[in-house]
């Protein structure tokens, strides 16, 4: 199954989460990806890739961080950090350790969005995809600035097609999209 965590935050600034690994005492090496980036934690292990060479996220110490990114000019995607080695406790105890300090970190922030939490003021303004998912939605500074501001979220995995659907209601609140 792994572990997720979500936030928002301000896309193209640096991100609060990557400064907490970074202050972390044995910081992970920071990879580059198209999403954002992988961390790699080596000193708990080498990575493990399949017979095509691809890393098996599952079985490697790594947890992999997607950063927010502007889409249509006005959405936000929300930041989703993945520990996906499974099970985590059994394979790496240190970054078990590392995911349950995030984790208590990541709740000191506001959290926006929690499933099934009726009268959410910020739903609003969470659109697509980004409210199917079971886990919390917190807040740094910038993203809880944002919302108050009525700037619209969406989730990071949201297709063309169903961001095509949320630009047309928010044409009928006033707000318009950019073309793709």
């Known amino acids: 199954m792994g572990t997720t965590y979500r936030f928002i935050e301000e896309p193209n600034q640096p991100s609060e989460v ?3 690994f970074r202050s972390l005492p044995q ?3 920071e990879h580059a990806a198209p999403h954002g980036v992988v961390l790699y934690f080596r000193e708990m292990g080498p990575l ?3 017979d095509n060479g691809r890393l098996e996220f599952r079985k490697s110490p ?3 961080l997607f950063l927010p990114q502007i889409k249509r ?3 936000w995607t929300v930041g989703e950090l993945h520990f996906l080695a499974t099970p985590l406790r059994q394979l790496f105890p240190e970054l078990h350790k590392i995911s349950r300090k995030f984790a208590g970190w990541l709740s000191s922030h506001e959290c926006i969005f929690t499933h099934g939490n009726a009268g959410n003021p910020y739903d609003y303004y969470l659109e697509g995809s980004v409210r199917s998912f079971d886990c919390p ?3 740094f500074e910038s ?6 501001r009525e700037r619209y979220f969406v989730a990071e995995s949201d ?3 169903l961001l095509d659907t949320v630009c047309r209601a928010l044409t009928l609140r006033g707000v318009k999209c950019a073309e793709m």
């Not at 993203?143 to 108050?148: D, N, Q, S």
């Open 137 to 139: 939605i917190y807040a």
């Open 48 to 50: 493990v890739h399949d």
């Open 143 to 148: 993203g809880l600035a944002a919302i108050r």
């Open 73 to 75: 000019g006005v959405l």
């Open 159 to 161: 297709r063309d097609s």
């Open 18 to 20: 990557v400064k907490w």
């Open 27 to 29: 910081p992970p090496e």
């Open 62 to 64: 790594v947890a992999n």
